[in-house]
């Protein structure tokens, strides 16, 4: 049952998209031009792959609201690191950056397994944390594009076969979580644990372990989004990314995917993405203020999480009639 909800839910957002682009480009045909598409497509590719990791996350009944704070301390720290020493590869910077991103996911990770933290305490805790390192590294101060390197501002920019290096990365992240979450053993412990956890234990996962590993792909995914991030728009600051965790969540939960875990998909979450991206680039074109972005994401959260209930509680009503049939 589950699973054909998934699909149909995929079937209306993927709908709605279309029609969305199309409704846009009845006023203004321009935005349907492939250019602009691939630029859409571009502009929401950091969503896609923290849309992605927190997926991960969210399937086993936990969240991360630290994605953005990660993000922009990884950026600001590897954007201070090419600063003093502009000749290092940029291979080195993006390794640096996906093991800074990891360990901070770690440490949310094994506050949550080994202290039992509930995982929103966690995550405000180590978000606020994460900020606040940032202003202390760098005292407050912009890093600007004068200040960086041209390779370090370059690679996410560099087209390659018609697009940006920063959209085949995202192109990329997509094709490995669809073999992770199809494919592997922890893809399937994410969806058992998130299901029924319970059951997980006896099967022989270990469900703290699990929720572990997930928190460090999303922290993963987040440094290197934050590389990435201040290396295209070639700035650093402290509030990089400032709210940014919320379209996060806002992505994986028009998507389809179950805050209360064990449900969703990664099209799901590609999809719900794509979908706030081309909400996001078609708002200045419709005269709305880009600020409304907010907003809409806080309602979009809303509106799916009251979908995911109406479409479940069906199912507990036949349960409760045949309770009282029985007695």
Known sequence: MSGSILKSREAILGGAIIVLVIAIAARFPAFVEPSNLANVFNDTAPLIILALGQMAVILTRCI?????????????????????????????????????????GLVNGLLVWKLDIPPIVVTLGTMTIYRGIIFLISGGEWINAHEMSDAFKAFPREVVFGLPVLSWIAILVVACFALL??????????????????????????????????????????????????ARYAVAYVDIAGGFELEVVAACVIGGISIAGGIGSVGGALLGALFLGIVKNALPVINISPFWQLAISGSAIIIAVAFNVTSSRPKGRVILKKAEHAT
């Open 181 to 230: 979450i199809s494919r592997t053993p922890l893809g399937r412990a994410f969806f058992a644990v998130g299901g029924n956890p319970h059951a997980a234990v006896y099967t022989g996962i270990n469900v703290g372990l699990t929720q572990c590993a997930a928190y460090v792909i999303s922290g993963a995914l987040a440094g290197l989004t934050g590389y990435l991030w201040v």
């Open 64 to 104: 991360d609201l630290s994605v953005a704070a990660n993000l922009a301390l990884t950026g600001m720290a590897v954007a201070m690191l090419n600063t003093m020493l502009p000749g290092l590869p940029v291979p080195v910077i993006l390794a640096i950056a996906l093991t800074l991103g990891a360990v901070m």
